[in-house]
Every structure is written in structure tokens, then in C-alpha cells.
């Protein structure tokens, strides 16, 4: 079992920063993904960023890549979001991920349904 706990959400103006953080306990293992999808009211969750848990991989949704970074702390066990350059369309609940994988795949690492395990979400509002 994963447990996933996400914080570091709130209120930012348009151009602003945020960190996400999700706490990560329970096993992992380097054939892990973590990922970070979102979803805003009315809308389906969507992909935002993804990386193995062994670090080697990353790989971002179109609109917030060079926008936002996504990394982990091994030590603390831990993934994390930066996000620059917020915009309002970057507003939506930020949910956190986990699932195994055997080959890494784009499709497969950006699909919300596949992933075995979630957090309870953080709010992230942008104003214009």
C-alpha cells in the first residue's frame, strides 16, 4: 500500500509561484511513477507532470512545461510541483499519484485511470 498526502495549495495572483508537496509513505520501488494530474470544476483530471520515482524520467503536459518542475526527495520522501507563472487557467484541485510500471510509456504514465494510487487533492487558485 501507498498513502499520499498532498499540501502547498492556495491563493496566487496571475504570474505568481507555488510549491506543491505530497508526502509519500508506505512502499515504493524504483519502478514506480509519481505524477501530478488536475482537475478543474466541470472538467475531467488531466495530466499535469510525471516522473519515476528512480528519478531518470520526467515528462510534462503541453501548456505548463517550462512553467512547472516537477522532482522528489528520496530522503524525505516527498514529490513536489513548482509552478511559475501561474496563470488562471491553472486553476483546479492537484492531485497526486502512484502506480507501477513495467516499460515506461507516455500513454501509459499520463492515463488517470490507470494509476493505483491518489491523494486527497490540495486547491490551487490563480486570480486575474
Known amino acids: 500500500q501507498v498513502q499520499l498526502v498532498e499540501s502547498g495549495g492556495g491563493l496566487v495572483q496571475a504570474g505568481g509561484s507555488l510549491r506543491l508537496s505530497c508526502a509519500v509513505s508506505g512502499r515504493t520501488f524504483s519502478n514506480y511513477v509519481m505524477s501530478w494530474f488536475r482537475q478543474a470544476p466541470g472538467k475531467e483530471r488531466e495530466f499535469v507532470a510525471v516522473?519515476?520515482?528512480?528519478?531518470?524520467?520526467?515528462y510534462y503536459e503541453g501548456s505548463v512545461k517550462g512553467r512547472f518542475t516537477i522532482s522528489r526527495d528520496n530522503a524525505k520522501n516527498t514529490l513536489y510541483l513548482q509552478m511559475n507563472s501561474l496563470e488562471p487557467a491553472d486553476t483546479a484541485v492537484y492531485y497526486c499519484a502512484a502506480r507501477p510500471i513495467l516499460l515506461w510509456s507516455i500513454s501509459v504514465v499520463t492515463t488517470a485511470n490507470d494509476y493505483d494510487y491518489w491523494g486527497q487533492g490540495t486547491q490551487v487558485t490563480v486570480s486575474s
Open positions: 516522473m519515476k520515482w528512480s528519478g531518470d524520467r520526467t
